[in-house]
Structure formats: C-alpha cells, structure tokens
C-alpha cells in the first residue's frame, strides 16, 4: 500500500537550472513510477490527488487498482489549546508560512495584506513563518516596496511548541497555494 501527496513534480519542484535540480527530479520520478507500478493499493489524501493517481495508473501501468481517500489530520498536538490564552497586549496577527516554494504564494499574501487599510495593519501584523533566514532578504525587500514592513514579523525555524502557540494565536491562518 502506497500514500500519494501528490504527483505533479513540476509543480512541487522549485526551477532552477543546475544538474543536482535535474537528477533529483528525474530520480524521484524513476522512484514515483516504479512505487506506483508496483503497489497493489493507494492512500491518496483527496479527491483531486485520487484523480491524478487514476489518471496517471490508466496511462502507465494499463490498469485501475484500489484507491482509498483518508484526508491528513494534525498531530494531536495542535489541537486548539487553552494553554495559549492571548494576553491583553498581544497584538492580534495573520499568519502564513512556505518559503521553499513559489507555489506557496508569500508575495502575493503581502501584496494583498499591502492593501488593507492602515486601520487594519495596526490592528493586524502578518507573521510570516519561514525555514531559515535565507528568504528574509527577498520578503524583506518586498515588504520594503509595498511599504508594509513594520507590520511584518518573520518566525525564523520556530520550534514546534512556539509553532503551536503561532497557530493557536493567529487571528487566521492565510495559504493561498498557487497549486
């Protein structure tokens, strides 16, 4: 038995021109198809990535095997807690998280945030959850351009209890995925 994520690579990829970008590329996807030609049953995590799955069985392998949908649920631990309680002087935040990927759509997040009104931005920081300090430049400089920079915070690799507190304390969670 075999859980499918997803299976368009192109999209899940960053591209970039180097030879590790191809190799990698192109040996996930020997590993996909040959998993795929081989497992007798799938897991797929919704209806559309069933679709894709089926569709891509019928093409490469001639044949339609058992697929079951069971959606992803979050580790009990981030569940809603009480534990997190906003103090009175918590500044209320949107918050949105994916650096490695242009599919997770950071830019257009903070050039919609850009046109809230000043009222709003006051009231409402966006936290903005990344891996490393690596994107801050890039999402620094466009905030710098949009002129929202001192109503952004990054959270550099926070810790997974700081991760949930993050979640449990956000006004609303916004991933606009391009994909």
């Known amino acids: 038995v075999t859980s499918v994520h997803d299976l368009i690579l192109d999209q899940i990829y960053p591209k970039t021109e180097t030879l590790g970008y191809y190799l990698h590329k192109y040996y996930a996807q020997f590993l996909r198809n040959r998993t795929l030609h081989n497992s007798c049953a799938y897991i797929a995590v919704s209806n559309s990535t069933k679709r894709q799955l089926s569709a891509f069985l019928e093409k ?12 992803e649920a979050p580790h009990p631990k981030f569940s809603i807690s009480t534990s997190f309680k906003k103090a009175e002087a918590d500044l209320q935040y949107f918050m949105c998280m994916g650096d490695f990927s242009p599919r997770k759509n950071i830019p257009r997040v903070m050039e919609a945030y850009s046109e809230l009104s000043s009222e709003i931005k006051k009231g409402y920081k966006l936290k903005i959850v990344i891996s490393s300090s690596i994107p801050k430049n890039e999402f620094g400089g466009i905030a710098k351009r949009l002129r929202i920079q001192k109503y952004i915070n990054f959270e550099e690799a926070p810790s997974l209890t700081k991760l949930i507190e993050l979640y449990n304390k956000a006004t609303a969670f916004i991933y606009p995925s391009l994909y």
């Open 60 to 71: 490469n392998c001639n044949s339609k095997k058992n697929i079951k949908v069971i959606y």
